[in-house]
């Protein structure tokens, strides 16, 4: 598969794949597994080079909360979404839903993205992690949002069988795009 690479006036150009003679045969899950961590420790590896007591000015958009009558549990619930602002918020987001929003952290520093936490809060209970969103914010453009692992809202077929188990919070994130919804016709944000 072809890679991107940055162009001479910044704008992305198709290159090589990176490994363009990888097999995964003769290859154990293990060894497989072992890459994938490998190649994920060293994606945009220069991104994280801000150290975690790094900050950055806010992006200009504003958080947002939304209250509701919840239909799964019953009770009343408050949906937020803020803005991740120094690079240990972004390692924390990035562990609690297992995925990589600290390789944004270079680029929230220069204000060219901005990372949010979307969450839902129950009565007397700490905040949910539901969604991580990533904000073009030159061109006011939500360019990806992920649940936990990297699933999307409505993406069945990445959701790994343990991950199943945990109906209240896939409930909770098939009801995120709406919640996004809201958010960007306020903020007058478009989608990628």
């Not at 072992?34 to 992006?59: I, K, Q």
């Not at 990035?94 to 390789?103: I, K, N, T």
């Not at 952290?105 to 129950?122: F, N």
Request: charge should be neutral; proline fraction near 6%; hydrophobic fraction near 30%.
């Amino acid at each position: 598969m072809p890679q991107q690479l940055p162009g001479p006036n910044g704008h992305p150009i198709e290159g090589p794949p990176a490994q363009p003679n990888f097999s995964m045969k003769g290859r154990s899950i293990t060894k497989l597994l072992r890459l994938v961590d490998e190649w994920h420790g060293d994606l945009n590896a220069d991104d994280y080079a801000l150290g975690e007591e790094d900050a950055w000015e806010g992006s200009g958009f504003r958080g947002f909360e939304w209250e509701e009558e919840d239909a799964f549990s019953g009770e009343r619930v408050l949906w937020s979404i803020r803005e991740l602002r120094t690079t240990l918020d972004l390692l924390a987001e990035g562990r609690v839903m297992h995925h990589c929003a600290a390789s944004y952290a270079r680029r929230c520093s220069e204000g060219e993205r901005s990372v949010w936490s979307m969450q839902l809060t129950y009565p007397a209970k700490l905040p949910q992690r539901i969604l991580t969103i990533a904000l073009d914010n030159h061109k006011k453009t939500v360019v990806d949002y992920r649940g936990k692992y990297n699933m999307h809202p409505h993406d069945n077929k990445r959701t790994a069988k343990k991950h199943w188990q945990d109906r209240p919070y896939l409930y909770y994130l098939r009801q995120s795009p709406r919640i996004l919804r809201l958010w960007m016709e306020r903020e007058g944000l478009r989608h990628d």
